[in-house]
């Protein structure tokens, strides 16, 4: 028995609204508990609806929104790497790095001088995406298991 379409249609503009306050907010100290309050939903709710119709946790979203703006960072302005962490949410640079490498496979600094466009797994190395469609999520390429770095800021 599937979903009622007007039941999958408010979780979808859930989702929706959740990704246009993590793509504004994404560099405070964020939980779900806020951006459910923000959208007028419940934390359960949310969490509930990042399975369901994103297929990532809230922290994985917010994770690769972070991401993709230190990506654009780290490329176009000289900022210092601990700078670009703070920038992007992260008050300890070592687990901004450790994070940014799982995701690009390179530190910040050689990604920063490596030559040409950037692509991210969106999970840690090998891990399959849940996610059937990949179109729901932030900055998905056609490939499930792909995150294609935007050319500009979010």
Same mark, same amino acid.
């Given at each position: 028995?599937?979903?009622?379409?007007?039941?999958?249609?408010?979780?979808?503009?859930?989702?929706?609204?959740?990704?246009?306050?993590?793509?504004?907010?994404?560099?405070?100290?964020?939980?779900?508990?806020?951006?459910?309050?923000?959208?007028?939903?419940?934390?359960?709710?949310?969490?509930?609806?990042?399975?369901?119709?994103?297929?990532?946790?809230?922290?994985?979203?917010?994770?690769?929104?972070?991401?993709?703006?230190?990506? &654009?960072?780290?490329?176009?302005?000289?900022?210092? &790497?601990?700078? %670009?962490?703070?920038? %992007?949410?992260?008050?300890?640079?070592?687990?901004?790095?450790?994070?940014?490498?799982?995701?690009?496979?390179?530190?910040?600094?050689?990604?920063?001088?490596?030559?040409?466009?950037? %692509?991210?797994?969106?999970?840690?190395?090998?891990?399959?995406?849940?996610?059937?469609?990949?179109?729901?999520? %932030?900055?998905?390429?056609?490939?499930?298991?792909?995150?294609? &770095?935007?050319?500009?800021?979010?």
């Amino acid at each position: 028995m599937g979903m009622r379409n007007d039941t999958m249609s408010r979780r979808q503009d859930i989702y929706r609204d959740a990704v246009a306050v993590i793509r504004q907010d994404y560099a405070t100290d964020l939980t779900v508990q806020a951006v459910a309050h923000e959208i007028g939903t419940s934390r359960r709710q949310l969490q509930r609806v990042f399975d369901e119709v994103g297929g990532a946790s809230f922290r994985t979203v917010l994770t690769r929104v972070r991401m993709q703006n230190a990506s &654009v960072l780290l490329r176009e302005t000289d900022a210092p &790497v601990a700078a %670009v962490a703070r920038r %992007v949410g992260y008050s300890q640079p070592a687990q901004f790095a450790k994070t940014f490498r799982r995701l690009y496979g390179a530190a910040p600094s050689a990604y920063r001088n490596s030559p040409g466009p950037r %692509v991210a797994a969106s999970h840690p190395r090998g891990a399959v995406a849940r996610r059937p469609d990949a179109r729901h999520l %932030v900055g998905l390429g056609q490939r499930a298991n792909v995150v294609q &770095v935007a050319p500009t800021p979010l």
